[in-house]
């Protein structure tokens, strides 16, 4: 089992697909990845020697900011939005949606569940 960037990547996936596990990379971003490295995105991660291991683990770490460092670094934008009072701040500490979606019957998510009323009289049984 291939582990780059402390995560475990699936044996039997693709290269290409299983570049994606990571958090920071998608589909496009491993494609680009696998082109500089020279790797056949249709090799799975199984197939791999050390030597291929290494250089993605090598451009990873000099390219991207990957797993942790960039948790951090959203969790601190958030955190920014929500000290100065923005709009957006307001949102997230809210939790409400943050790009003009509607809330009044949408956003259930974000919102959470569906709340009973108190003292709300429910139908006689027949």
Do not use: C
Not at 4 to 9: M, N
Not at 11 to 28: D, Q, V
Not at 77 to 102: C, E, F, T
């Amino acid at each position: 089992m291939a582990r780059i960037a402390g995560v475990d990547l699936p044996r039997n996936k693709r290269i290409e697909t299983g570049l994606t596990y990571i958090y920071g990379i998608g589909l496009s971003r491993a494609q680009k990845i696998l082109s500089t490295t020279h790797i056949d995105p249709n090799t799975s991660i199984k197939e791999l020697n050390d030597e291929q291991i290494v250089s993605i683990r090598n451009i990873l770490n000099e390219e991207y900011e990957l797993e942790g460092d960039l948790k951090r670094f959203e969790a601190m934008n958030i955190k920014r939005l929500m000290d100065i009072g923005s709009y957006k701040g307001r949102r997230h500490r809210n939790s409400l949606p943050l790009r003009g979606q509607r809330t009044r019957t949408n956003a259930r998510t974000r919102r959470g569940g569906k709340k009973t009323i108190a003292g709300k009289k429910k139908a006689p049984k027949k």
